[in-house]
């Protein structure tokens, strides 16, 4: 009886082993079936994308609606592009989580970067291959100034608050130069109530086109480029000076999204570069668009944004 006992469970151990065996062939560990699978498609249900407000809303309807279709084909998703006021909207939309993908300067992406609530998913690259580009001063075409330092005690716009190429790196020419000091007190180079801050480059364009203000400082594509101004606009209008370089814009995805959406998202935005919608991706992002090392990409603003986060304070 014993020995009739001993067979029996050992056949039974052996049939467990078994089973083990074969079920650990079939069936994924819990650990393996949740891991994240880009071949499942996007987990959200709609994507909202934040365009800059760079120019005026109105007139980008037909460029939002483009790339909504063209997204929402790539994604299989319904897509919604917006324009918020303000980049600070953008930033709580990507901590809120009510913005997935925003186009962001590279001050205001680092900004999101030192919040944790965003990643830099591409970046523009110019022809050249920099992903940096020059900030310009622009003067009306018929004013007698020079160089920048003919503009002291003159009436000057700059692009907003958070904007790199319309005040961060013009700020920082300004202390290079030794036109303003360490404290970034642009108001004792320009004058007392001689500042204006607009809402994006358009609007310090046109307080210059107005007679407000004498110089704007802006990304050098808004006169460069057929984006932001009609061609009577930009033929009223001449660089005065040009600084850089600039960190180029880029797109940022919120953090909160998983790596294997992220994944995703990125290939969506880079099928931009195909030759058929060159033309929708120049209008919005004006260049290429690629990805970059975000740490490297957004090292050169450090000194510029601490100068200029001291000319805020005052």
Known sequence: ???????????????????????????????????PDASAGLTLAKLVVALKPDKNPELMLQERRALEGFLAGELGRPVEVVIPLSAATILEGLANGSIDLGYLSATDMVNARNRSIAHVL?????????TAYDSYWVVKQDSPHRSIADLRG??????????????????????????????????????????????????????????????AAVSYYVLDLDKHLSTQQRSQLRMLQKQGPVPSHVIAVRASLGEADTALLRAAVLGLNAPAQLALRDKLFTTRLVPVDEAAHLAPLADGLALAGRALRQ
């Open 1 to 35: 009886m014993k020995l009739h006992r001993f067979f029996v469970v050992r056949l039974f151990l052996r049939l467990s082993c078994c089973v083990g065996l074969v079920l650990g062939c079939t069936a994924p560990s819990p650990a393996v079936a949740a891991a």
């Open 122 to 130: 591409l970046a523009g690259e110019f022809p050249d291959g920099r």
């Open 154 to 215: 003159r009436p000057v716009a700059f692009a907003s608050k958070t904007s790199t190429s319309g005040f961060v790196i013009p700020l920082l020419d300004l202390r290079s130069r030794g036109l303003i000091g360490e404290d970034g007190n642009a108001e004792a180079f320009f004058g007392r109530g001689n500042l204006f801050f607009g809402v994006g480059y358009v609007s310090a364009i046109e307080r210059v086109l107005a007679g407000d203000a004498e110089a």
